[in-house]
C-alpha cells in the first residue's frame, strides 16, 4: 500500500498541472466583431464560463489582434473598449453595465425585492443561498427567503447555491418571487447544459469557519446510506475523523458537549447510536447542512464550540413522491403527500435490525434502532409559511461476552430515547422585511447498565445465571426554547436584524458509582437577544457587526454580554481574506468526570452560575480562499481561550475530588486545496493543532485527551454517465495516551481507507440506484474512545473503531 506521503504528493502533482492548465494565454483576434461573439469562442476554445446579456454586448464591435497572459487580462481590455464592467461569481466570468451615480433625494421612491429562492426540479426552498442583487450581496435565511430595497424598479440578480448553476437574470420589483436554480447534476443527467460548474462542498466567500453540503452531494460518499452526516462531517478540515467520535463532534479541537447540533430547530444532543453506523438523522431528510467551526455571528449558535445546522426537505405539495431504501439489515421508507392545495406532509421510518454474521469476540450482539421523523408544511398567504417538524427515535442494545478463563459473562446494555419538535412560522411584510418564530422542544435520555452473570445454583440445587453486581448510569436532558427574530429589508449598504429567545433547560443525573452524582436534578431558565448589522462600506469590505446578551434567571441572576465581529475583504477578484473575533458562553454542557483509573465519562448538567459558573470563550479567526476555473482552496488559522471550564475526579473509594474551574487552548491551521472539472473533483484536507487544558495555575498546561497534531485527508466524488464512485482516506497522527498526558507520545495513529459507488437508472416511472459502501478497506486497526461509563480496567479506557464494513444497498423512488 502507498504511504500518505506518496498520495500528498500525487494530488499536488495534479493540482499543479490544473493550475499550469487554467493559466495559458488568451489569443484574441477579431475585425469589428460583436463582444458577443468573441465571449462565445472563449467558452468554446477555453472553456471559460461567461453570462451576459447578448443584445447588449453585441452594440460593441472589437478590433484588435493581442495575447493576454490570463482570461482577467482579456476581459479587462473587453469590458474597458465598451464600457462596461465585468464580475466573477463561482468561477462564472458575468458581464454588467456601469452602475451611474443617482442624485438621491429625501423623497427618493425605494422598491421592495422580496421572494424565495427553489431548486427547479422539486421546487424545494434553496437555505442560505448567496444573492447579488443591485450589486449587492446578501444571503438567504433557511427557508430560502430574501428581502432587499432598491430605488430601482428592475435589476439584475445572480444567485447560487452549493450544487446549483449559477442563474444570471434580471426581475422587476415584487413581493412574490420565485427564483429558480437548476441542480448541477440531475438523478440521469437529464438536462443538457453549457455551463461545466462544479459541485461545491465549501462556499468560503460566505463566513469564517464555513463548510456547506446539500443533498444533491450526500448519497455519494462512503457511508452516507445510514449516516450521511457524520460521512461528510468527518472529510472536512478541523473536524476530527480520529477516534470517531460522530456521537460529539468535535470542531477545531474543542471539548465533547461544545458543538450545537440542530435539525430543524431541534437540539440533538446526541448523533449517533448502538453500533454507531446509523446515524440519528434519517439521511432521507436531509437537504442541506451548514457547519460553523467557530468565529460565527450572534445569531447563530448556542455553544462554546462549532454549530452544525441542519435544515429538513420543505416538501412539495404538488406531487406526492415515495422513497424506499435498505441494506441486509435495515429499511428507510419516506412518503411526500400534498394535502389540500397548500399543505404537504412528509413521514420517514427507519428500522435497523442487529447483524446478520458476527464473529468479532465470540458472541453476537443484540440491538435495535427505530424512528420516525415527520414534517407537516403549510404555505399561506403572502409567502407566509408554517412549519411542524418531529423527531422520535429508540436505541437499545445488548452485548454480552465471556470473561477469559471463567463461565462468567459481563454485559453492557443501552437504551436511549430521543424525542424532538419544533414549530416554524415565518411572515413576509410588504415594507418593514420578515419575521420568524419558532418553538422547539428536545428531550434525550440515555440509560448504561453494565453487569455480570455467572452460574448458580437455587436453594433446591437448580442451575440458573444470577448476576455478581450491577451498575446503572443514568442521564436524561430537556431543552425547550423560543426564538423570535426580524429581518429588515437588506439595502446596499446594510442589513440590519434583531432577535430574542427565551429558553428553559433541565438534567437528571444517576452516575452509579460516583456519589456526589447519584440522583441530581438541576434546572434553568433564562432570557436573550441579539443584534446584528452588516455594513458594506466599500466594494472591498464588509463588516459584520453583533452583540448579544444572555440573562440566566436565578439568584445570582447576571447580564451576559457577548460581542463578536467579523470582516471579509476582497483584496482582488479571486481571493477574499477573512477576521473574525467574538465571545461565547454556553448554559448546558458535558462535564467530565474522571475516576480513579482515568477513565473519562460525560454527563448533560447545567452551567447557568446556579449550579456551575458559566463558561465563555473567545475566538479569534484568520482565513483567506481563493478560487479559480478548475481548483479552490482555503487557509485559515483560529485560536480558542476557554475558561471556567469544569471536570470532576473521583478516588478509589468513589469520593467525589471537585478541581478548581480549569481552562482550554485550542490553536490550529486548517488548508483545503480542491479541484474540479464538470461533475468529477478531488480534495485535500489538512489539520495542524494543538489543544491543551490547564486545572491547576501553579502547574503547568498537558495536553487535552482529544489533542492530535496532524490529520490529513483526501477525497474523490468521480461521475461517468450513469456510475458514481466515491473514495476518501484519512490519516491521524494520533492521541496521547490518558495516563501520560504530560508525555508527547501517542498510543496509535489513525488510518482508514473507504470506497463507495452505485448505478442509477431508470425503469418506466421509478429511479433506481443499486450501490455499495466499503468502510476500512483494509481492516486497518483503530482506536476509538469509549465515552460510555468504563469497568475499572485500564484496557477497557478504548475500544475498536470501526472495523472492515461491506454494505451493500438499494434505494428506490417514485
Not at 427553489?118 to 428581502?147: C, H, R, W
Not at 418564530?437 to 448504561?448: H, I, L, N
Request: net charge positive; glycine share 6%; proline share 3%.
Amino acid at each position: 500500500m502507498k504511504s500518505p506521503r506518496s498520495r500528498i504528493v500525487l494530488l499536488w502533482i495534479i493540482l499543479f498541472f490544473a493550475y499550469e492548465n487554467y493559466a495559458q494565454q488568451i489569443n484574441v483576434q477579431a475585425e469589428a466583431k460583436p463582444l458577443g461573439e468573441l465571449l462565445t469562442s472563449f467558452h468554446q476554445d477555453y472553456n471559460i464560463q461567461v453570462s451576459f446579456n447578448a443584445r447588449f454586448v453585441n452594440k460593441c464591435l472589437i478590433t484588435t489582434n493581442q495575447n493576454f497572459p490570463s482570461p482577467y487580462k482579456a476581459f479587462d481590455y473587453l469590458t474597458a473598449s465598451c464600457g462596461c464592467t465585468y464580475k466573477v461569481m463561482d468561477g462564472v466570468f458575468v458581464i454588467l453595465k456601469k452602475r451611474v451615480a443617482i442624485n438621491r433625494g429625501f423623497h427618493t421612491q425605494r422598491f421592495i425585492y422580496q421572494g424565495q429562492i427553489v431548486d427547479k426540479m422539486n421546487q424545494e426552498k434553496l437555505p442560505y443561498a448567496t444573492i447579488l442583487i443591485d450589486k449587492t450581496s446578501i444571503m438567504t435565511d433557511s427557508e430560502g427567503n430574501f428581502t432587499y430595497q432598491s430605488d430601482q424598479q428592475k435589476t439584475k440578480l445572480l444567485a447560487s447555491h452549493v450544487g446549483y448553476f449559477v442563474l444570471d437574470t434580471s426581475i422587476q420589483a415584487n413581493h412574490n418571487l420565485r427564483i429558480e436554480l437548476s441542480p448541477s447534476i440531475t438523478e440521469l443527467q437529464e438536462v443538457t447544459v453549457l455551463s461545466t460548474q462544479k459541485i461545491n462542498v465549501l462556499n468560503p466567500e460566505q463566513k469564517s469557519g464555513l463548510a456547506k453540503v446539500n443533498n444533491r452531494q450526500t448519497p455519494f460518499l462512503p457511508g452516507s446510506t445510514n449516516n450521511s452526516l457524520f460521512s461528510f462531517l468527518r472529510l472536512q478540515p478541523g473536524i476530527m475523523a480520529s477516534g470517531e467520535q460522530n456521537n460529539g463532534y468535535l470542531l477545531w479541537g474543542g471539548e465533547k458537549g461544545e458543538s450545537h447540533i440542530l435539525f430543524d430547530g431541534i437540539t440533538i444532543f446526541n448523533t449517533s447510536n448502538y453500533n454507531d453506523i446509523i446515524g440519528a438523522i434519517n439521511p432521507i431528510f436531509i437537504k442541506d447542512i451548514e457547519v460553523l467551526k467557530g468565529g460565527y455571528n450572534v445569531d447563530i449558535g448556542d455553544r462554546l464550540g462549532g454549530v452544525v445546522d441542519i435544515t429538513s426537505k420543505s416538501g412539495n405539495i404538488d406531487t406526492a413522491t415515495y422513497e424506499i431504501s435498505g441494506t441486509l439489515n435495515s429499511f428507510n421508507g419516506y412518503v411526500n403527500l400534498g394535502i389540500a392545495s397548500k399543505s404537504s406532509i412528509q413521514i420517514g421510518a427507519r428500522i435497523v435490525g442487529p447483524p446478520t454474521i458476527s464473529s468479532i469476540g465470540g458472541y453476537l450482539p443484540d440491538a435495535i434502532f427505530v424512528d420516525v421523523t415527520t414534517k407537516y408544511t403549510h404555505r399561506l398567504e403572502e409567502g407566509a409559511s408554517f412549519a411542524f417538524t418531529t423527531l422520535i427515535n429508540l436505541d437499545a442494545g445488548r452485548t454480552p461476552k465471556r470473561i477469559s478463563g471463567t463461565n462468567d459473562y459481563k454485559t453492557e446494555a443501552r437504551t436511549s430515547r430521543l424525542l424532538g419538535g419544533s414549530g416554524t412560522f415565518i411572515k413576509p411584510w410588504k415594507k418593514i422585511g420578515r419575521t420568524t418564530v419558532r418553538v422547539a422542544y428536545s428531550d434525550f435520555t440515555t440509560d448504561y447498565t453494565t453487569y455480570s452473570t455467572t452460574a448458580l445454583l437455587d436453594s433446591n440445587y437448580n442451575p440458573y445465571r444470577g448476576r455478581i453486581y450491577d451498575q446503572r448510569f443514568f442521564n436524561n436532558v430537556q431543552e425547550i426554547s423560543i426564538k423570535g427574530a426580524h429581518y429588515l429589508p437588506a439595502s446596499q449598504y446594510h442589513q440590519l436584524s434583531i432577535g430574542a429567545n427565551f429558553t428553559h433547560n433541565s438534567s437528571k443525573i444517576n452516575h452509579g458509582i460516583i456519589k456526589r452524582f447519584s440522583n441530581v436534578e438541576q434546572y434553568g431558565t433564562r432570557f436573550g437577544a441579539y443584534l446584528k448589522d452588516e455594513l458594506s462600506l466599500f466594494k472591498w469590505l464588509v463588516f459584520r457587526l453583533g452583540i448579544r446578551v444572555d440573562l440566566p434567571m436565578h439568584a445570582e441572576t447576571k447580564l451576559l454580554i457577548q460581542p463578536r465581529i467579523e470582516a471579509i475583504i476582497s483584496p482582488s477578484r479571486e481571493w477574499k481574506i477573512n477576521m473574525a473575533h467574538g465571545v461565547y458562553n454556553q448554559f448546558i454542557t458535558e462535564t467530565t468526570i474522571v475516576d480513579a483509573y482515568r477513565n473519562y465519562t460525560y454527563h448533560w448538567s447545567l452551567t447557568d452560575r446556579q449550579y456551575h459558573t458559566v463558561p465563555q470563550a473567545t475566538h479569534t479567526v484568520l482565513g483567506v480562499s481563493g478560487r479559480y476555473r478548475y481548483w479552490n482552496c482555503r487557509a485559515e488559522a483560529y485560536y480558542k481561550r476557554t475558561k471556567n471550564t469544569l471536570q470532576y475526579w473521583s478516588d478509589s473509594n468513589d469520593q467525589m475530588i471537585e478541581t478548581s474551574s480549569g481552562k482550554s487552548y485550542n490553536y490550529g491551521l486548517d488548508v483545503k486545496l480542491g479541484a474540479h472539472y464538470k461533475n468529477q473533483q478531488i480534495w485535500m484536507a489538512y489539520t495542524l493543532s494543538k489543544s491543551e487544558v490547564q486545572f491547576n495555575k501553579s502547574k503547568p498546561r498537558t495536553r487535552a485527551p482529544q489533542d492530535q497534531r496532524h490529520e490529513f485527508k483526501v477525497a474523490g466524488m468521480f461521475n461517468w454517465k450513469q456510475f458514481f464512485l466515491s473514495t476518501n482516506y484519512v490519516y491521524g497522527s494520533g492521541f496521547p495516551n490518558i495516563q501520560n498526558l504530560i508525555s508527547a507520545e501517542n498510543i496509535r495513529p489513525y488510518s482508514r481507507l473507504d470506497i463507495g459507488g452505485l448505478y442509477r437508472f431508470k425503469a418506466t416511472e421509478i429511479s433506481i440506484d443499486f450501490g455499495f459502501s466499503i468502510l476500512n478497506v483494509l481492516n486497518t486497526y483503530n482506536i476509538q474512545y469509549n465515552n460510555l461509563a468504563n469497568f475499572p480496567k485500564e484496557e477497557e479506557q478504548y475500544r475498536q473503531a470501526m472495523p472492515l464494513n461491506l454494505t451493500f444497498f438499494a434505494h428506490f423512488r417514485f
